[in-house]
């Protein structure tokens, strides 16, 4: 079957032009002429402004280089937009409605030519990244829908299935170089070590998968959690494992022993459906609540909440290029971006804080609870009250401990 005809977007903006005065057309109206353009001029903004899509999207991924992103919906349509902080500058790049059905996840490759694709409809996508132009398609890749994918380097690609297949592709030649199948639910997310040998399954069986990539062969199985393991992540220079769950709990795994976990840290979350490294230290996790969490790991501490997506559940997480944003999409058919520049600073001292009376997380951006700049200025003022009686507490504990 033909793929369907590539249609071009159409460039959005949210620039109104104001309404014409009197003045303009007078003598000596060449100050009201500055004030106009004064008007008409776009503001600098701290965060890209939303992006509103027509559907659902499953998957949001950012370009190496450049503030592009592209992301992948229910109905299985992939757009690419550019992102900028200037005011109602966010433009629509392209659209492409290649997959016939739902478009699962979608990856940059390294030098961000090229995107690759993986859907519902067992299909995997090979894309130019500039004009979202079908290259390669690979249809019926696996025998089941096709849940997440992975680009190991330049010219290989690990995809997983609803069926707990997991198979790794070489591109050039456009065939499976490995096909094994060791879970029992759905692979939901895979990671590589730095040396590009291990790759690392999490699934919805619950448990963590290693295998060998070099050596075409399974490793091991983790113990089973007792519930889905979401995402999986490497951390602490590769020392460690990070797996998000959907009971609210985050299982670390030590490197060379991933057999049983070394840590867990439970969340008060509903679940932890995605999550996306910061630095070594930190990881931001979303859930089903909507909010998007800062957590630091090993000690284990939620620092605060980088934003939300009111009400609605967090699809993926993705941090551009420069570190600078964190891009989350959602059921309210909405991109967003939050600051997380001043994020990957942050330390974490061993010492535990009082929990606040009232449950509020630490509030780690303007928007985290809102867009109003009334109460973002509210918040930020008893947030900086509340923290100076912790300091205080906490130097009272560290005088009477100290006797």
């Not at 902080?85 to 433009?91: A, L, T």
């Not at 040396?195 to 050596?215: C, E, P, Q, Y």
């Not at 501490?301 to 290029?321: D, F, M, N, T």
């Not at 509020?360 to 985290?368: E, G």
């Amino acid at each position: 079957m033909a793929a369907p005809t590539e249609h071009a977007g159409i460039p959005a903006t949210s620039q109104i032009d104001a309404e014409p005065t009197s003045s303009e057309f007078e003598p000596g109206g060449s100050a009201s002429d500055d004030n106009e353009e004064d008007l008409t001029e776009p503001r600098i903004l701290d965060t890209p402004q939303d992006i509103r899509l027509e559907a659902v999207a499953n998957t949001v991924a950012v370009h190496p280089s450049r503030d592009v992103l592209v992301c992948g919906d229910v109905d299985g349509d992939v757009y690419a937009f550019s992102y900028s902080c200037m005011e109602g500058q966010n433009r629509e790049l392209w659209s492409s409605g290649h997959h016939l059905k739902s478009c699962r996840q979608v990856r940059f490759s390294e030098d961000g030519e090229k995107l690759y694709s993986v859907s519902r409809d067992k299909a995997v996508h090979m894309l130019d990244a500039e004009r979202g132009r079908l290259v390669t398609r690979i249809r019926g890749a696996h025998g089941v829908p096709i849940n997440c994918l992975l680009l190991v380097d330049a010219n290989i690609l690990a995809t997983g299935d609803d069926g707990g297949t997991l198979k790794v592709w070489d591109m050039r030649k456009g065939s499976a170089i490995m096909d094994l199948k060791h879970h029992d639910d759905y692979i939901s997310d895979i990671a590589v070590d730095e040396a590009k040998r291990i790759l690392l399954t999490a699934s919805g069986d619950g448990t963590m998968g290693i295998f060998n990539i070099k050596r075409r062969r399974f490793e091991l199985l983790s113990e089973y959690q007792s519930s889905d393991l979401t995402s999986v992540a490497l951390m602490k220079r590769g020392k460690k494992v990070v797996c998000g769950s959907s009971e609210g709990t985050v299982y670390i795994f030590n490197w060379n022993g991933f057999g049983a976990t070394s840590d867990r840290f439970a969340l008060q979350a509903e679940s932890v459906d995605c999550i996306a490294p910061v630095n070594d230290n930190i990881i931001c996790a979303a859930s089903i609540d909507g909010y998007i969490r800062a957590i630091n790991i090993l000690p284990n501490r939620i620092i605060g909440c980088i934003g939300q997506h009111v009400g609605e559940p967090v699809e993926e997480l993705a941090k551009s290029w420069d570190s600078h944003f964190l891009v989350s999409c959602g059921h309210d058919q909405l991109i967003k971006f939050w600051d997380i520049s001043s994020l990957a600073t942050t330390t974490v001292n061993e010492y535990r804080k009082r929990k606040k009376k009232d449950g509020r997380m630490k509030s780690l951006s303007k928007k985290a609870f809102g867009d109003s700049n009334f109460f973002s200025g509210l918040a930020d003022e008893l947030q900086k009250k509340e923290e100076e009686k912790e300091g205080d507490d906490e130097a009272d504990d560290s005088d009477s401990g100290s006797d």
